[in-house]
């Protein structure tokens, strides 16, 4: 006997609002001088500063930005964009030549306790240790690897505290049959838990890895481009 109610998504204004905020509270903080004047001083080489409007939006040309994916939520976002765009043209391109895409999840268990630096750094040198070595190489081989994108996407929750996990977009010569996914799968998650293991880490085998051959859900998380704080290779 009461209404529920869903809470709108906020606007695209509203967006742009949320990042300069944070933009700020992030310049009083980091010691890198490029982010702490980042849109708040003229270019190099630039004589001054120019508003340049649409018929919805209106912009400063001219100002210096710190292109620092890592420290600035603003050109995070730029950054992340431009990225998300450049992979999902790559994608659209590879798939007219005959290549096929699959995404890769890997994540580490995490409680409350655990440092994110800590968490991140473990993930680093496990996805290293993954494709190392002839049984790193060889599970390459069979998927006939060509190329990949590697994201990692970091979340927070009140009882599990920092996730950190890697989404990896891989590019494939030919498509895999159901009965090779299987036994890839199969392959995949024992090497990744053993490659945790090696630097004192673990996950589950359900959870620690998963590969997805759903194109739309890759194109869906490509737009999600805040996410992306990627390498090509």
């Keep these: 006997l009461g209404n529920t109610t869903k809470s709108a ?13 944070l933009q700020y509270h992030a310049q009083q903080l980091t010691p890198a001088h490029r982010v702490r004047i980042c849109h708040k001083a003229i270019a190099h080489g630039r004589d001054g500063v120019e508003i340049r409007r649409t018929e919805e939006t209106a912009r400063f040309n001219g100002l210096m930005t710190c292109s620092n994916v890592w420290a600035c939520p603003v050109c995070m976002s730029r950054i992340n964009a431009q990225r998300a765009e450049a992979l999902k ?3 659209v391109n590879a798939g007219f ?3 096929h895409a699959y995404m890769l999840t890997l994540t580490i268990r995490h409680d409350r306790t655990d440092q994110l630096a800590d968490l991140i750094d473990a993930l680093t040198r496990a996805y290293r ?3 190392s070595g002839k049984t790193g190489q060889a599970i390459k081989r069979a998927l006939n690897w060509q190329g990949s994108a590697r994201a990692l996407e970091i979340r927070r929750g009140n009882d599990a505290g920092w996730h950190p996990h890697f989404h990896i977009l891989i590019l494939t010569e030919s498509a895999l049959e159901s009965s090779q996914l299987y036994d890839l799968m199969h392959k995949i ?3 990744w838990i053993q490659s945790l ?4 880490h673990d996950a ?3 959870a620690g890895a998963d590969l997805s051959t759903n194109t739309a ?5 490509l737009t999600k481009s805040d996410k992306l704080a990627h390498e090509l290779t």
């Design 9 to 21: 998504s906020p606007s695209s204004q509203e967006r742009k609002s949320a990042r300069y905020d």
């Design 89 to 91: 043209n790559g994608l």
């Design 97 to 99: 030549l005959g290549y």
């Design 129 to 131: 240790y993954m494709w």
């Design 189 to 191: 998650k024992n090497r």
């Design 197 to 200: 293991a090696h630097f004192g």
């Design 204 to 206: 589950t085998y359900e």
């Design 217 to 221: 859900h890759i194109f869906n998380y």
